[in-house]
């Protein structure tokens, strides 16, 4: 069974910095894209940042020049350094990823979710 774990949220002053971190384990082949996404009470997900098996990026506006993702294909991991935090990007943080398993079709999974909080 493949799972994402993350780490790294909490709460922070604005101004500020946090790094996630988004591990997936389990029988796993490859791994295509992996991102980060967030979802405040009321609202749709929304994307954050994605990043490819090759290094490609894609940021949301809003959090552009302040987050970089990054990944370590041998680790299986996705990072998210977030600077100059903000209150408006106050959410819970999900991780997702692109799975190739040994047989059979790629498919999405998601981790838990880590709790970001931006407030002095």
């Known amino acids: 069974q493949v799972q994402l774990v993350e780490s790294g949220g909490g709460l922070v002053q604005p101004g500020g910095s946090l790094r996630l971190s988004c591990a997936a384990s389990?029988?796993?082949?490859?791994?295509?894209?992996m991102g980060w996404y967030r979802q405040t009470p009321g609202k749709q997900r929304e994307l954050v940042a994605t990043?490819?098996?090759?290094?490609?990026?894609v940021y949301a506006h809003s959090v552009k020049g302040r987050f970089t993702i990054s990944r370590d294909n041998a680790k299986n991991t996705v990072y998210l350094p977030m600077n100059n935090l903000k209150p408006e990007d106050t959410a819970v943080y999900y991780c997702?990823?692109?799975?190739?398993?040994?047989?059979?079709?790629?498919?999405?999974?998601w981790g838990q979710g880590t709790q970001v909080t931006v407030s002095s």
């Open positions: 997702n990823a692109e799975i190739y398993p040994y047989s059979g079709s790629y498919y999405p999974i």
């Open positions: 990043i490819t098996s090759g290094g490609s990026t």
């Open positions: 389990g029988s796993i082949f490859s791994i295509g894209a």
